[in-house]
């Protein structure tokens, strides 16, 4: 069974600014996965890694290819510790427009080396990843460079999006974040097919779901012979 999107928590800086990103309160339960997407306006222009909830959150995938582009990043966090109400924050490096997306997954599980994908280009941003397992969801977050109106945007893989920073008035970039199911154990494209146009960054990350509990081994009992008294 595919893992389940519990709650989804979008924040950004628009204008810009410096002030650190905080999302709403959530309540995690223990062994949730937490999936951290950041994106900015610029390549040169990073968020500081996430924290919150007494959590440890590891970077997965950073795509900043100097030049004209954005930069985004993946932080993942498996919960722990049962901290109750708790946020995410993240503070960006120099003023800027950006953004954070949290998504909490509960019946997943991370790979000790979770499958990854970062890349750059142009046209629509999009890229291929191949997952474990067809029981999976791709996780990704992009950037648009070239502020183009998203208004068209189309999610491959029968996608959703869950999160947008939409600053293509004034050319300050746009920031787009999605998920889908993975279709098997083959390459597979994730991201966007429209609009084009775009100079983008992109990252996405395998969420697997959760290993099926073992089932218990029942030993059946030997019938008691009866006893007979001569």
Do not use: R
């Given at each position: 069974?595919?893992?389940t999107l519990a709650s989804s928590h979008y924040v950004q800086i628009s204008p810009q600014g410096t002030s650190t990103l905080t999302t709403a309160s959530f309540t995690p339960a223990n062994g949730d996965v937490l999936i951290?997407?950041?994106?900015?306006?610029?390549?040169g222009s990073p968020m500081g890694a996430p924290s919150g909830g007494s959590q440890t959150y590891t970077s997965q995938a950073i795509e900043a290819p100097g030049g004209f582009n954005q930069w985004c990043a993946i932080y993942t966090a498996t919960v722990s510790g049962s901290p109750?109400?708790?946020?995410?924050?993240?503070t960006p490096s120099v003023s800027l427009r950006g953004s954070m997306l949290v998504e909490r997954w509960s019946g997943a599980q991370l790979a000790a080396t979770p499958?990854?994908?970062?890349?750059a280009g142009s046209g629509a941003a999009s890229s291929t990843i191949t997952p474990?397992?067809?029981?999976?969801?791709?996780s990704w977050v992009g950037g648009d460079a070239n502020s183009v109106d998203p208004a068209t945007r189309a999610y491959l893989g029968s996608g959703t999006g869950d999160g947008l920073r939409d600053d293509h008035v004034g050319s300050n970039g746009v920031d787009y974040y999605g998920y889908q199911s993975s279709t098997g154990t083959s390459?597979?494209?994730y991201g966007l097919s429209a609009p084009t146009g775009m100079a983008w960054?992109?990252?996405g990350i395998e969420v697997q779901a959760a290993a099926a509990a073992a089932a218990s081994l029942v030993i059946p009992r030997r019938p008691t012979r009866g006893l007979y008294l001569r």
């Open positions: 069974m595919a893992p951290v997407k950041m994106a900015t306006w610029d390549t109750g109400s708790m946020t995410v924050s993240c499958v990854t994908n970062k890349t474990t397992a067809g029981t999976s969801i791709i390459s597979q494209s960054v992109i990252a």
